[in-house]
């Protein structure tokens, strides 16, 4: 495919060895990398939307992956997958066991092609988005980084799973994960990993951490069908290891939800200090609370100023 480099410092590195885009044009990439320079992960990301077909992957099943290769889950994945096609099996044939089970095996043999295309596709948005953050880390700081770590969780999932039926509690799980990841990338964030009930991602500009934990909190989820969420969001160091992230502003995080009221959003003081002079947000002092790990942690609840 070439060596088209792209210069970063004293460093010219070969951009291309690691992307197999074989439905792009090479003197595309190798342009658009030879204009880019420490921002190529943008331009990528724009050539992998202006060359992906765009009739043959739906934009739901786009955003569906997209959440799933973000949180790194082959099984879960796969699942989704086997899911769909079994939906759809039955949605053709009824109540017929055997009819079902021939028309998935014919549904899977037909999509298999196109799942992996749209796999590819999607992952070479990853590709683009990691290779952009990476370049513009300074060096020996690939894997430590300055975000917003933010925690999403579920109000009162607990009696929820007790009292409900298991399509129910998949539906509610769907619903919140869907929902929770669309505002999270619509505002520049990323989704980590789910873990049941709770969704973490990460932001890298507080104002978009802020608008994230006010749409997620906003009184209004009742009437769309959401589930009511508490969210916690620290700001701090984070150490990136395979699409992960660790440190003590993680915990920070997560015990900040857990001292979230339903329905509300709590910041922790780097946050909150970041974000005192943005504007159009609200602020208010809660007392200090002890938790684990913490014996006098300070917090500020976040709204939308009226």
Not at 174 to 203: I, N, P
Not at 269 to 278: I, N, Q, T, Y
Request: net charge negative; aromatic share 6%.
């Amino acid at each position: 495919m070439g060596q088209a480099l792209v210069t970063i410092g004293n460093v010219r590195l070969p951009v291309l060895v690691f992307l197999d885009c074989p439905h792009v044009p090479v003197r595309v990439l190798e342009e658009a990398v030879a204009r880019a320079g420490s921002a190529f992960g943008a331009h990528l990301l724009h050539i992998a939307d202006a060359y992906a077909p765009p009739s043959e992957f739906a934009a739901d099943s786009v955003e569906v992956l997209d959440h799933e290769l973000d949180c790194l889950d082959r099984a879960r994945l796969a699942e989704w997958q086997a899911l769909e096609v079994a939906t759809r099996a039955e949605e053709l044939t009824g109540a017929d066991t055997d009819l079902r089970a021939a028309t998935a095996a014919e549904l899977a043999t037909s999509l298999l092609p196109v799942i992996e295309r749209l796999q590819s596709y999607v992952w070479r948005r990853h590709l683009a988005a990691a290779a952009d953050r990476v370049l513009r880390a300074s060096p020996g700081e690939l894997s430590a980084t300055t975000v917003v770590v933010g925690f999403a969780d579920i109000v009162g999932y607990t009696s929820a799973a007790r009292h409900s039926s298991a399509a129910e509690l998949a539906a509610l799980l769907e619903t919140f994960e869907e929902s929770t990841a669309q505002v999270v990338v619509s505002h520049r964030g990323r989704v980590v990993k789910t873990v049941g009930d709770e969704v973490l991602f990460v932001v890298d500009d507080p104002r978009d951490a802020a608008e994230i934990a006010v749409l997620l909190t906003e009184p209004g989820r009742r009437g769309q069908g959401l589930p009511a969420l508490r969210v916690g969001l620290a700001e701090g160091r984070v150490l990136s290891r395979f699409g992960d992230v660790y440190g003590p502003v993680v915990n920070l995080a997560a015990r900040l939800t857990s001292l979230a009221r339903p329905g509300t959003a709590l910041v922790d003081r780097e946050l909150a200090a970041a974000l005192r002079g943005a504007g159009g947000y609200r602020l208010q002092a809660r007392r200090a609370s002890a938790v684990r790990g913490y014996h006098h942690l300070r917090s500020w609840s976040i709204s939308r100023r009226a």
